[in-house]
């Protein structure tokens, strides 16, 4: 079974890396998602422009 924690973390380094190079000087924060999208649309829309990356899941 894949490990999903190795996964997000691997994404999360190369993606981490390519701000740290200069390369992505658009990205402004990079982070695990915290529950933002209970919080309602109004919370979301503060996070734009954005990026998210998702799955549902291993199995």
Do not use: C, H
């Not at 000087?25 to 309602?40: A, L, N, P, S």
């Amino acid at each position: 079974m894949i490990n999903l924690s190795v996964v997000e973390q691997g994404l999360k380094q190369v993606m981490a890396n390519q701000v740290t190079d200069k390369k992505w000087t658009w990205v402004r924060q990079i982070k695990t998602y915290g529950g933002e999208f209970d919080d309602g649309l109004t919370a979301i829309v503060k996070g734009f422009p954005a990026i998210w990356v998702v799955f549902e899941g291993s199995g």
